[in-house]
């Protein structure tokens, strides 16, 4: 689901090669959901029409989870049944029986019994998983386990859910946040641009469900283009003289690379959802929902983002391969002069030998990757390029400044 409309272009095209008996290539494509909707755009039609057999693995049934959690002990070894009938239950209302939702409930639930001491996990305990998993507040029966005992207390307690109107949840009776710092000052001393609201995440996500389109949308016009309903993001950047890169990374990386990226985010029901990250300083980070802004504390993001980002950046030079060793031409001329510590001054605009990607170069780049924490491999890869390409200031958006320098 990550591939480009490019690649899955290539790919119809190697299916092209045949004898007048048989087809030489069998390819088959595996992904999330989102390779459903990838193949679904208009520009990929040809592509799906190559397709002969299709088949999407739906979630789990009740009936399975417990052969499936069954299974996965097995393979880790246990020859023990470590979840009772009803904490089975438990992990199958709050996951629905998405697998990826079942391993992370399931593993929890599991260091919550080690930690507790217990030879087996019970209804109880799996439930305590979901909440921490899911940040869902206490239920009604779980507080009194945990307050005081007292008169006034138990007052207190019954006059909040007292006045919970029907159909609402005690947790929505919250106490509304205080007015961030920022909203209170003179109008003299207001930042021009408004600060966006701060919100939570479940306020957020379920707005964002299905819209790559308007993801999108918004990542191109942090960098001044439109989006068309013809042509996909990353064509009309590249039209442009920009390029895409999908990958998976962590939120450091993504501040090191310092370019606005589209997020894939999950709700806490499993669903797909795309924001794009359009800020990032100190513990929050501003994300665009459907051309609106808001501010989200950073902390948070891992339970709702697996790693997976697109991001648009700006080459130096045409380029859709890796720079290795033993390429020569201009492009390599130009990594040997950009790299830190190159063998004369940057100022003289010159390198030491020809455009040749030796042993010498190679070693070069890896000593940057090592420093901004990429696997040293030794190739001029995306990654390493647009890490050179914010060294040398090329213009852009960024996500914030010099953050995050190694």
């Known amino acids: 689901q990550n591939l480009s409309g490019e690649v899955l272009e290539q790919l119809r095209l190697l299916t092209n090669l045949e004898t007048s008996s048989r087809k030489l290539l069998q390819i088959i494509l595996i992904g999330q959901p989102e390779l459903r909707d990838q193949l679904a755009r208009t520009e990929l039609r040809q592509v799906a029409q190559r397709i002969t057999a299709r088949y999407h693995l739906g979630p789990l049934e009740r009936s399975d989870l417990a052969d499936y959690l069954q299974h996965r002990l097995a393979i880790a070894g246990s020859r023990r049944q470590l979840f009772t009938s009803r904490a089975v239950s438990a992990l199958y209302r709050a996951s629905r029986g998405i697998p990826r939702l079942v391993n992370v409930l399931a593993d929890r639930a599991l260091l919550g019994a080690y930690a507790r001491e217990e030879s087996i996990v019970g209804r109880g305990t799996a439930r305590r998983a979901v909440r921490e998993v899911f940040d869902r507040p206490e239920t009604l029966s779980g507080l009194r386990r945990w307050v005081l005992p007292g008169l006034l207390v138990s007052v207190v307690v019954l006059a909040v859910f007292g006045r919970t109107p029907p159909g609402e949840s005690p947790a929505r009776m ?3 946040p205080a007015i ?4 209170m000052a003179t109008k003299e001393a207001a930042p021009e641009l408004p600060v966006p609201p701060a919100k939570t995440w ?3 996500l379920p707005a964002g469900v299905g819209a790559r389109r ?3 949308n918004d990542l191109l016009r942090l960098w001044g283009l439109a989006g068309s309903e013809t042509e996909g993001m990353c064509r009309t950047a590249q039209a442009a003289g920009l390029d895409c890169l999908t990958s998976v990374g962590s939120l450091a990386l993504l501040g090191q690379l310092d370019r606005p990226a589209i997020l894939h985010l ?5 669903g797909a959802a795309f924001g794009t990250l359009a800020r990032l300083q100190d513990e929050k980070l501003e994300l665009l929902i459907g051309g609106k802004a808001v501010e989200l ?3 948070d993001l891992p339970r709702y983002w697996l790693g997976e980002f697109t991001l648009i950046w700006r080459p130096m030079f045409p380029l859709n391969q890796e720079l290795r060793r033993g390429d020569q031409g201009t492009a390599v001329a130009w990594l040997a ?3 830190p510590d190159a063998a004369e001054s940057p100022e003289t605009g010159r390198t030491a030998g020809p455009g040749l990607f030796d042993n010498q170069l190679e070693t070069r780049v890896k000593q940057f990757q090592l420093r901004y924490g990429l696997l040293p491999d030794g190739i001029a890869g995306p990654k390493t390029l647009i890490l050179l390409d914010r060294q040398l200031g090329t213009p852009g958006p960024r996500l914030a400044g010099n953050h995050l320098e190694p």
């Not at 961030?180 to 909203?183: C, I, M, R």
């Not at 999950?266 to 499993?270: I, L, Y």
């Open 180 to 183: 961030p710092a920022a909203a």
């Open 297 to 299: 504390p950073a902390e």
């Open 266 to 270: 999950r709700t806490a029901e499993g």
């Open 337 to 339: 002069r950009s790299l």
């Open 202 to 204: 479940e306020d957020v």
């Open 214 to 216: 308007l993801a999108e």
């Open 174 to 176: 919250a106490v509304p």
